[in-house]
């Protein structure tokens, strides 16, 4: 295999499949970028055999070819590499051995990077899609519903249908959510295409961020269910993931239907406050406790025997007093979820859950569990 290639692109080409190799992987196959040369084009690829992402490269193919390079030597590499163009060129020896070359293809600067790695058969990644199992789908709109949902996802709950977002597709609608047990998002869009989730699937966190770094600078994109796996391509990038296997639970249950108390809330003021009663909020908690007296809502937090904050700004609100506590962090994700120069938050009592609406946007909502007084 042999290759020129723009040292620039090949580098954006790294980043985005380095990201699903997990920093655990050592001198494995799985720490390996499949590199495919072949038709004027380079194809890079990477897997942990739950999620395969796969992107390519406008390159000159001298010698077509395939091998697999440790990503970590390789992305770090071409981010020190200063000539424009790159030559790469791999073969394997007597003994198996595959040693990747990496040179100036113009020869005006004396670099020569030598990397070994293993044959690229061995690693399985994505084969070509049938055009027939994907649609298209609107970039901008599914964005901007992982970044209002994906914050409640856990991260490593022994109940893995918590570890994602939950989506939901029939006549032109899509539904996000995302919980944790302890707090819940939801956000439903009307969009062109019925995406083929009328079942209900279960995309793993590591997907949805790796989706989300695909999606930011395209207009749209393909996407569909591939051997019972999540498959999307976005511009030149694939993303091949296993589903989470379960029963998501009845999210509809947890949401009030109704609260006997609505209080509007300025979004930056609430914002500056939270920001100022954080730094007291003793760890691991971080509780912030909320009193809302005639108009006016009193933060407090404390760190005991060594620090205390306190502050007020004023709310709408014509409900008897009442104290209610929240995780702190908790209140700050949903808080930066709200587009809205105000926040509408829905109560009973201390003990109940408490839910946050954007006056602007019907279609969402957010849910958070109170901690004990």
Do not use: W
């Not at 499949?17 to 001198?27: A, H, Q, Y």
């Amino acid at each position: 295999m042999k290759f020129k290639v723009k040292t620039s692109d090949f580098q954006k080409a790294i980043s985005s499949v380095e990201g699903v190799i997990t920093v655990r992987e050592i001198k494995s196959i799985l720490s390996n970028i499949k590199v495919e040369a072949e038709d004027g084009k380079v194809y890079l690829s990477a897997t942990d055999l739950e999620i395969s992402i796969k992107t390519s490269v406008s390159a000159d193919t001298l010698e077509p070819g395939l091998t697999s390079i440790p990503a970590k030597q390789l992305s770090n590499t071409f981010k020190t590499i200063n000539f424009p163009e790159a030559l790469i060129a791999h073969n394997p020896d007597a003994e198996g051995t595959v040693s990747t070359v990496i040179t100036d293809s113009e020869k005006k600067k004396d670099f020569k990077m030598n990397i070994n790695g293993i044959e690229g058969e061995e690693i399985k990644t994505i084969s070509k899609v049938d055009d027939s199992l994907v649609v298209d789908f609107p970039c901008f709109t599914i964005s901007e519903m992982i970044k209002k949902t994906s914050y409640s996802v856990a991260l490593e709950d022994t109940r893995f249908v918590f570890n994602g977002l939950y989506v939901t597709s029939s006549e032109g609608k899509i539904s996000f959510v995302g919980t944790d047990g302890r707090r819940l998002a939801k956000i439903d869009r009307v969009i062109p295409n019925s995406l083929p989730f009328s079942k209900g699937v279960i995309i793993p966190h590591k997907a949805i961020k790796e989706i989300m770094k695909m999606i930011d600078s395209n207009d749209s994109g393909k996407i569909g269910i591939v051997d019972n796996q999540i498959y999307l391509k976005i511009g030149n990038v694939e993303l091949l993931c296993k589903l989470i296997d379960g029963n998501y639970p009845d999210y509809e249950a947890v949401i009030p239907k109704e609260s006997k108390n609505s209080v509007r809330i300025n979004k930056d003021e609430l914002q500056v406050a939270l920001r100022q009663a954080l730094i007291a909020a003793e760890e691991p908690s971080r509780q912030i406790r909320m009193t809302f007296s005639g108009n006016l809502l009193h933060i407090n937090s404390s760190t005991p025997g060594s620090t205390e904050v306190n502050v007020s700004i004023p709310v709408e609100y014509k409900g008897e007093e009442t104290s209610i506590a929240f995780k702190g962090d908790y209140l700050a994700d949903v808080i930066k979820s709200i587009d809205d120069p105000e926040i509408i938050m829905e109560f009973s009592s201390s003990n109940s859950p408490a839910v946050f609406k954007d006056p602007s946007d019907a279609q969402y909502i957010s849910v958070i569990m109170p901690m004990k007084l």
